[in-house]
């Protein structure tokens, strides 16, 4: 990679399926890149950070469950403090991106796939973790 150019891991945190992408800051594309079905709590936690051994990004971009009318609901009190114990796990700097409609525009890119509805669930989270990115990169990095 480019020197300057940095690599982030994204997670797109869901109640049952966690969403993960790679992108960086030259292309400003991300990738998805798997999904982890790993209930919320320390075991999610283990697996956020066996992917950043796996991947070595340089910062991980978290979605941050806004209220369609940007305003904050209790859910993102809860994202907030997973950011910090991601943070504090894996000592990586963490992001809270809007997820404002990202499971949205990945459906939007499954549409007329001719993939099954259940190829489409398990893509799902991983393209809105990439939304998310894509998102992160043209506004933030």
Do not use: C, W, Y
């Amino acid at each position: 990679m480019t020197v300057g150019a940095r690599r982030f891991l994204a997670v797109d945190v869901g109640g049952k399926r966690t969403g993960l992408a790679l992108g960086d800051s030259l292309t400003r594309m991300a990738m998805p890149v798997e999904v982890l079905h790993v209930p919320k709590g320390p075991m999610l936690l283990d697996a956020i950070v066996k992917a950043v051994r796996a991947h070595a990004p340089d910062a991980i971009v978290m979605g941050l469950p806004l209220n369609m009318d940007g305003s904050e609901g209790p859910a993102v009190a809860h994202a907030r403090e997973f950011a910090a114990e991601v943070r504090a796990r894996t000592g990586l700097p963490v992001h809270l991106q809007d997820e404002r409609l990202t499971s949205f525009e990945a459906d939007q890119r499954m549409a007329r796939t001719g993939r099954t509805h259940g190829e489409k669930k398990e893509l799902r989270d991983a393209l809105a973790a990439a939304a998310l990115l894509e998102d992160f990169l043209r506004t933030s990095a």
